[in-house]
């Protein structure tokens, strides 16, 4: 077995293990695309090693994507996929884990039509609603992780020869899962146990708002009665816990809906629906977006934020320290996965139910009545760098340095 086998292999096993940590009788729903199929192979092997009763495998093709976006008659992009979203929340309500495997082209819709990808992304975040609910309350197993294809080793890396690109971005993503440590479970459980004790500390604040300042940012972001810092593992509805995305670096909470004031300006682009958003502020008033601004993919930030009303308020606050290994490596990856775990960043869209205490068990009515947003779509973009400060303000008003020069100030 070569090196790069042997390291593809525990890439397998942490997925199947540590990611979605399959549980002897359950199934596995593995979303790939075919360049992956290697890969795929190897993880419906350990997932039955384990013993899990089925693998079940959605295949998707970049290139089938976009000639679907160019050549489909138009109404095709209204029309709900209630066959996939059946077949998600079936094996959702069956206790599956579900495995996002990604290669994704940055530039993969450039030029497509950018009304027919905004409908497409509504439909299908519609028709996909009652899976996403149980996604977002900690119901199911679910994690992603990522593989090289060259169009992204392309845009990553393109100073070095093309036909060493690929192999040059699966190096950088087994640093990225640690793979390139002894006993990379074993680092991942330390990993995790470092992030959980930076919640803890919040957790313990109960911080009513946050406060960030940062060249062309100054934003205020108020968080919700009961809010809960959480980290990279969760607990699924069984009592199992899974890791949602790998890598991970973030610590993080629901805002307050109504409570975001200011202004926040883009650190990193954003590859979001086959396209790069670039250079973007977004003004907030009472939690509510009221004007964007962007250098690049104006339209597409603007479609982004007019899915549905909820697309117009923030689900997410993270916190990801400047001093990280994905940032520390100077690599732009042109993917959120990755470089939302090298920046602070927030979310359009959806919060998460596991940010509030009790929300695990409430419904979408009783969320809003909390505070937390909701919506068809969740898209993080960045915002950290080595110049943002963050102020934790308590209930008494005083404030208290969270982050310094963009790196935890405890």
């Known amino acids: 077995m070569t090196d790069f086998q042997a390291k593809l292999s525990k890439y397998a096993d ?6 979605v940590n399959v549980q002897p009788g359950q199934i596995l729903v593995v979303n790939a695309p075919i360049l992956a199929a290697d890969f795929v192979r190897l993880i419906t092997a350990k997932a039955y090693a384990i013993g899990a009763s089925l693998v079940k495998v959605n295949w998707s093709d970049a290139s089938i994507t976009r000639q679907q976006f160019e050549h489909a008659a138009p109404e095709v992009f209204t029309q709900p996929p209630t066959w996939y ?8 309500e069956k206790g599956a884990a579900i495995l996002n495997v990604i290669a994704e082209d940055p530039d993969a819709l450039k030029g497509i039509d950018p009304v027919r990808i905004s409908n497409f992304q509504k439909v299908r975040g519609a028709a996909l609603t009652k899976y996403r609910e149980m996604q977002m309350s900690d119901k199911v197993s679910w994690s992603i992780v990522a593989v090289p294809c060259q169009a992204w080793a392309d845009k990553v890396f393109p100073e070095v020869p093309a036909e060493e690109r690929v192999d040059k971005l699966w190096e950088a993503i087994f640093h990225t899962v640690r793979l390139d440590r002894e006993d ?11 992030l959980e004790q930076k919640a803890n500390v919040l957790n313990a604040k109960k911080y009513k708002k946050l406060h960030y300042i940062a ?17 990279g593992d969760s ?50 008033e009472n939690g509510r977006i009221v004007s964007v601004t962007a250098e690049q993919g104006q339209e597409a930030l603007e479609h982004l934020i007019s899915m549905d009303e909820g697309a117009k308020y923030l689900g997410e606050v993270a916190l990801v320290p400047h001093k990280s290994p994905i940032s520390e490596s100077n690599i732009l990856y042109y993917n959120t996965l990755f470089d939302e775990n090298a920046s602070n960043h927030l979310a359009i869209g959806m919060a998460y139910a596991f940010c509030l205490e009790g929300g695990k068990d409430m419904n979408p009515e009783q969320l809003i009545e909390h505070g937390l947003n909701n919506s068809v779509t969740h898209v993080d973009f960045m915002i950290g760098s080595a110049e943002m400060n963050i102020y ?10 969270v982050f ?7």
């Open 14 to 19: 942490l997925a199947v293990q540590i990611g």
């Open 85 to 92: 979203a059946g077949e998600m929340t079936e094996f959702a």
């Open 184 to 194: 990379p479970v074993a680092a991942w459980q330390e990993h995790l146990d470092t």
């Open 215 to 231: 060249p062309g940012t100054d934003l205020s972001i108020e968080l919700p009665e009961g809010h809960i810092w959480a980290q």
């Open 235 to 284: 607990i699924n509805a069984k009592g199992h816990s899974f890791v949602a995305n790998m890598p991970t670096e973030e610590v993080f909470t629901a805002p307050l809906k109504t409570g975001v004031n200011g202004t926040v300006r883009s650190t990193k682009p954003l590859s979001h629906g086959g396209n790069i958003i670039d250079g973007f502020s977004i003004s907030f």
């Open 392 to 401: 934790g303000i308590t209930a008494d008003g005083t404030e208290e340095p």
């Open 404 to 410: 310094l020069n963009g790196n935890w100030a405890f």
